[in-house]
Structures are given as structure tokens and as C-alpha cells.
């Protein structure tokens, strides 16, 4: 495998990096503490293409790769996790499905502006008694009339849902019970698929945002859906294909979640760095202790090793190549080393560290969720187990 950027991928996290530094940084504390997307922020995002970045032109894509998102959410989650989920989670879990699985019809109405930017997505997946396993979807959703006439009526509630209740979301895709049937052993099997639902559907309601530990910014609400009425042909892929599709979703998805973690790790390695040749204590800088560069040093070991195992994977997908253990390595990988580049650039930068107006804090708080979102630590070796042939 070659990891070398090609000039349009070093150009695209050049350009990428200078609007995290010049704009998202400077302004990071603030929407932290307000606990708000700043929209004005994701609109410029929009303008940049970012959203569009692995999409073909003709629904107004930039006919890039996935590796080319994966580079943008890796530069903004240097200095933001928050305004780097929204691209990761906007694009992986939000127009992924649709790109992928959805007819021209639903191509042609939905992706050009969620590719501009000018909407977002959400995935709906995560319920109460379905999050590591996702097979305990209780979400129904029950065809009624036929022909053009006919609609699905879901009922249920989601959690936890990303990009689910900005002011220009406009569509989330929702997996629900479409049906079931008796195993030869008596066993019931769930038929599982997913349905497109816009936002301003009666019915469909995004409640108030969870009061978090970090990732402040980021949008995430439960969903309650009552009597919600879709036409029939809001169904998204073949009836039932639902579980097997987003598991290609989350496999894709994790790619881009551990660029977002090498990038926290990196931006951990970046502060802990320029504090070390900074502070003085003890009349020297803490840097020049050796049990402080040490600590340095593995966190640039870290996040060196992140960004590879990411890139690694996302090389992998880009040449049509198996993936799925490599993407859960990475994903697994990047987190540890996020959570833990957080932990050590706090202890470097003392008790400033545990200030919220210091990033490091923030990536303090914020690296928790790394993992556990898009499949916990506890997931990934259940899927690497089941890669090499083991059970679990
Ligand atoms: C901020 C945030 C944003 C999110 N965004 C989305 C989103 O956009 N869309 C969406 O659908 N979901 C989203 N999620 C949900 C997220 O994917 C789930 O929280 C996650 O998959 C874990 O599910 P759970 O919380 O139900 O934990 P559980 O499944 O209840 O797991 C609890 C613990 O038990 C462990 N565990 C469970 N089973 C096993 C086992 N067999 N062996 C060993 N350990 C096990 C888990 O690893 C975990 O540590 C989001 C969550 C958060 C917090």
C-alpha cells in the first residue's frame, strides 16, 4: 500500500487546515459553552465542498474519494470534534444510505443540497434496546393501502441521533420492523429496512438535545415517531435489505470516524507540545524532563500510528478491497489513542488543562465518545474476533 497524498489530497488538508485554525479554533469555546452548531460555520463548510467531497459531479459532488472526506474530518478534528462529527456523521451516516442505496428519484431530491451543504442528514438507527445490537430495532413500520396510495406507518423512538434536529435537517433515514417471520428452530426473525423520513413529516419529532459530556456542539436528539405517514416509496434499498446495508454504512462510517480520532489525537500531540517548550517551572521548561517528553513522545506515537491504521483502511476501500476488519482496527485503534492523547495533553498542560477555554479540555471531555459512538471498543473485537474465524 502506498500512504502518500496525492497533490490534490495535500492541497484539499492544506486548505482544510488553514479553516480549522483560522476560523473553527478561534471560535471553538464559544459555541462549546453556548452548546450550539454555529450554522454559519457549517454553511462555509458547504461552500468548501466538504460535504461533497466523495460524491460524483453530477449530483454536485466534487468526484473525490472517501479518503479525501476522511482527510477534511481528520483536519477539523485537530481543533474541533464537534464541527468534524457533523462532516463525518453528515456524510458517513447521512447521505452515505442515500448514495448508495437510493433510487435516482431519491438521489435527484435529496442529495443536491445536502451535498452543498445547505441541508443535513440523519441516520436513525440507535434505540433504546438497540444500540450494540442493532437487531432489537422495536421501530414499526407497517405498509397500509396499495399501489401509489400506499404509505408506511412508523411508530417508535430513536436515540441518540446526530444531525437529527439542526434547523436545515431535512431527511432522516430510519430503520424499522417491516415485518418477521418463524425460524425452521420456532424463532422469530425480524425483517429489517429503511425508510426515508423528512423532517417536517407530522408526526416526526426531534426532542430537546441530550445534556452531554462533550462534543457540546454537535447536534444529537432523541426522535419520537407517532403515526408518522411516508409514501410507500420512501423506502430506501430492497425491503429487508436493511440490517446488511447499514452494516456496509458502519463499516464505511468507521473509517471516517477514526480519521476524526487520529485527528483529536494529533491536536492533543499539537497542544502538549507547544506547552511543554512553553511552561517553565522549576526555572526550565517541563519539556526538558525526561518523564515528560517521554509522555510526549508516545502521544506523537499515537497519533502518528492513527492516522496510518485509518488510511490504511480507507486505501483499502477506496481500491475495492476487503475492509471491514481493517475499519474496525482503525476505528478501535484511533479512539485509545484519542482518549488517551487526551488524558496526557491535560496532565502537561496542569491545572490550565482543566480549564474549558483550554482545548485540551475540551478534547478532554469530547474523546470519551470516541469509544463508544459508531460501535464501542467492546464491538470492534467482536468484529475483528469474528473476521479471524473465532466466535464472540
Ligand atoms: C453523542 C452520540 C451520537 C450518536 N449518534 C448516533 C447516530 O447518529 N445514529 C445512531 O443510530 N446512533 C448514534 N449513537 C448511538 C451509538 O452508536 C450507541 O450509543 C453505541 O452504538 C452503543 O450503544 P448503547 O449506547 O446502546 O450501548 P449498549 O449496547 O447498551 O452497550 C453498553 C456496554 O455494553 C457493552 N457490550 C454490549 N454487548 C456486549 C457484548 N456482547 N460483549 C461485550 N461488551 C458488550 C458495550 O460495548 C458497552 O460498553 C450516538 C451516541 C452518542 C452518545
Not at 457533523?86 to 442515500?98: D, F, K, N, Y
Not at 511552561?279 to 506515537?301: C, D, L, S, W
Amino acid at each position: 500500500m502506498n500512504y502518500d497524498l496525492t497533490p490534490q489530497q495535500l492541497e484539499l488538508q492544506k486548505r482544510v487546515r488553514e479553516f480549522a485554525d483560522t476560523v473553527v479554533a478561534p471560535a471553538a469555546y464559544q459555541y462549546d459553552t453556548e452548546r450550539r452548531l454555529p450554522m454559519e460555520i457549517i454553511a462555509q463548510m458547504g461552500e468548501m465542498g466538504l460535504f461533497g467531497l466523495p460524491f460524483p459531479a453530477e449530483y454536485g459532488g466534487g468526484g473525490g474519494t472517501y479518503a479525501d472526506l476522511c482527510l477534511a474530518v481528520e483536519a477539523l478534528a485537530r481543533v474541533d470534534q464537534s464541527i468534524a462529527v457533523t462532516l463525518e456523521a453528515g456524510v458517513g451516516l447521512g447521505i452515505m444510505p442515500i448514495f448508495r442505496y437510493g433510487t435516482e428519484e431519491q438521489k435527484r431530491r435529496w442529495l443536491p443540497d445536502l451535498l452543498a451543504g445547505r441541508a443535513l442528514a440523519g441516520f436513525g438507527l440507535t434505540e433504546a434496546n438497540a444500540g450494540s445490537d442493532a437487531a432489537g430495532t422495536e421501530t414499526t413500520a407497517v405498509l397500509e393501502g396499495d399501489g401509489e396510495d400506499a404509505v408506511w406507518v412508523i411508530n417508535g423512538t430513536k436515540q441518540f441521533i446526530t444531525n437529527s434536529g439542526t434547523p436545515i435537517t431535512s431527511v432522516v433515514t430510519i430503520t424499522a420492523v417491516t415485518g418477521q417471520s418463524t425460524r425452521p428452530d420456532g424463532s422469530i426473525k425480524k425483517e429489517l429496512s429503511s425508510i426515508l423520513v423528512p423532517t417536517d413529516t407530522p408526526g416526526f419529532t426531534a426532542e430537546p438535545s441530550y445534556d452531554k459530556v462533550g462534543w457540546h456542539t454537535s447536534d444529537t436528539h432523541p426522535l419520537t415517531l407517532t403515526d408518522v405517514r411516508v409514501p410507500a416509496a420512501n423506502l430506501l434499498g430492497e425491503r429487508g435489505r436493511g440490517y446488511a446495508n447499514f452494516l456496509r454504512i458502519l463499516d464505511e462510517g468507521r473509517i471516517a470516524f477514526a480519521a476524526l480520532c487520529a485527528g483529536a489525537a494529533e491536536g492533543c500531540f499539537d497542544e502538549a507540545l507547544r506547552y511543554a517548550k512553553q511552561r517553565t517551572v522549576f526555572g526550565h521548561p517541563i519539556g526538558e524532563n525526561q518523564y515528560v517528553a517521554f509522555k510526549i513522545a508516545n502521544m506523537q506515537a499515537r497519533a502518528h500510528t492513527a492516522h496510518l491504521t485509518w488510511m490504511d483502511a480507507a486505501k483499502k476501500m477506496v481500491a475495492e478491497m476487503p475492509f471491514k476488519m481493517e475499519a474496525s482496527i482503525a476505528k478501535m485503534v484511533t479512539s485509545n489513542a484519542a482518549m488517551d492523547n487526551a488524558r496526557d495533553a491535560t496532565q502537561v498542560w496542569g491545572g490550565y488543562g482543566f480549564m474549558n477555554e483550554n482545548a485540551v479540555a475540551r478534547h478532554y471531555r469530547d474523546s470519551k465518545i470516541l469509544e463508544i459512538g459508531e460501535g464501542t471498543t467492546e464491538v470492534q473485537l467482536m468484529i475483528i474476533t469474528r473476521e479471524l474465524g473465532l466466535s464472540a
